[in-house]
């Protein structure tokens, strides 16, 4: 029996390069012609390395939260609330993000325009943005047992205010705010961090993605 044509291209990098893609324009704004010109294969080929459009992306969502999970895990290490929430946030502003790297997050403006035929994909974003919401929380509250934060503090209202932050600086970054604009948003949203006023910010080190 022969055997199938071996794969004329490497499928992490083409799956790479739909991250980017759809991190850019999100999930309706990005064409299968987009993807297939990007990717640099052809459209048989993407439908059998990674079936339809929806599938693609979902995967490439697989691919974006693997690796800034791994980060967010390093943030939510840290024995400080303060340093590990103002790392958090300045993921978002752009300003540490490598040479051609898009602003803001794939898993908010992937579906910040979405017809109703992309639900689909609206209720998984959303659902993935929940989980993460819920280990933030998490983390608050054994901050808050560890004495780090007060122990009046509401950390199901302060970890979705960190989450509100975060979608607003996505939102500006897309709309073209620059970095150093949104540094200085979050540095103003720290002043008014509940954690122990006597630190200093995050050092640079701690907060590159």
């Not at 109703?116 to 280990?135: F, Q, V, W, Y």
């Amino acid at each position: 029996m022969a055997k199938g044509r071996p794969r004329e291209f490497d499928v992490d990098e083409a799956l790479d390069k739909a991250v980017l893609l759809f991190w850019r324009q999100g999930y309706e704004g990005t064409s299968l012609a987009d993807l297939v010109s990007a990717m640099g294969i052809t459209k048989p080929s993407l439908y059998a390395a990674f079936g339809n459009k929806e599938e693609l992306f979902k995967k490439a969502v697989d691919r974006y939260a693997e690796r800034r999970g791994a980060f967010l895990d390093e943030l939510l290490s840290q024995p400080s609330s303060r340093r590990a929430i103002e790392c958090f946030l300045m993921m978002f502003t752009g300003a540490e993000a490598p040479e051609g790297t898009p602003c803001g997050c794939l898993m908010v403006q992937g579906a910040l325009v979405c017809s109703p035929e992309g639900d689909a994909i609206k209720d998984d974003l959303m659902s993935r943005r929940m989980s993460n919401l819920k280990r933030l929380c998490e983390r608050l509250e054994r901050w808050k047992a560890e004495g780090d934060l007060p122990a009046d503090t509401d950390t199901e209202s302060l970890g979705r205010y960190v989450n509100t932050v975060a979608n607003g600086l996505v939102v500006q970054a897309n709309g073209g705010a620059r970095p150093e604009e949104l540094q200085e948003v979050v540095r103003q949203f720290m002043k008014s961090w509940p954690g122990r006023q006597a630190e200093e910010s995050a050092p640079a080190d701690i907060c590159a993605a």
